[in-house]
């Protein structure tokens, strides 16, 4: 069957350190892919996006990395902070605009 | 805030209780979704609603049972749960999922 799964439940980091956060998926007919973050008490929220022509994207302290050989996602944050302490999805858009989530990576940054 | 508002935020019923979830969107959006949260599981798709027509009805049981009286208002009618209900349930909306999904904050239910 189809799913999106994340390697780690829960990862620590120290603040200003870099953060990746992986996710691997299984259609590899699938040809776009979200990362979201989802702090306590909140939905989640939109973080960057790719589209499977691509392999690698880049906003601000975030890159998102996309191997489609392996059908692995990465979601890379620089300097993280206090702030990026929250819970992360990786999720793939399916036909129909259906979104499918994986477990989630639980980020904790120490200070 | 995020567009998409749900009401309530919290809420406690007992099993023989019949209650109603809240999700507003002010987006101009035409696709609106319940996905079910659990505790170390995955965002659960329930219901998709594509121009206010269910779309999707991920093998929900029937005492759950959406409404969507407009393109921006969605409802999740709730009686006889069970306490393996209690979860955060979510509300999203989308623009043909361009971008993915924009989420309201939820409504923590607790079963009793």
């Known amino acids: 069957g189809e799913s999106v799964g994340l390697h780690l439940p829960t990862l620590s980091v120290q603040e200003g350190d870099n953060s990746i956060i992986n996710c691997a998926y299984s259609n590899s007919a699938s040809d776009y892919f979200i990362w979201y973050k989802q702090e306590s008490g909140k939905g989640p929220q939109f973080i960057i996006d790719?589209?499977?022509?691509?392999d690698k994207r880049q906003g601000q302290r975030v890159t998102v990395l996309l191997n489609k050989t392996v059908k692995h996602l990465s979601l890379q944050i620089a300097a993280t902070q206090p702030g990026d302490s929250a819970v992360y999805f990786c999720a793939e858009v399916q036909g129909g605009g259906k979104l499918i989530f994986g477990q989630g990576t639980e980020l904790s940054v120490k200070p | 805030e995020t567009g998409v508002t749900q009401t309530p935020r919290h809420l406690v019923m007992g099993m023989t209780n019949k209650k109603s979830l809240k999700c507003e969107q002010h987006l101009g959006h035409n696709a609106m979704y319940w996905y079910k949260q659990s505790a170390k599981k995955p965002l659960e798709l329930m219901f998709v609603y594509n121009f206010k027509e269910q779309t999707e009805n991920n093998s929900v049981p029937s005492r759950f049972s959406p409404e969507c009286p407009n393109s921006s208002h969605l409802f999740l009618h709730l009686h006889t749960l069970q306490p393996e209900d209690s979860a955060l349930y979510l509300c999203?909306?989308?623009?043909?999922?361009?971008?993915?999904?924009?989420f309201g904050s939820g409504t923590r239910l607790t079963v009793v």
């Open positions: 999203a909306s989308s623009q043909d999922a361009v971008r993915g999904y924009t």
């Open positions: 790719i589209r499977s022509n691509m």
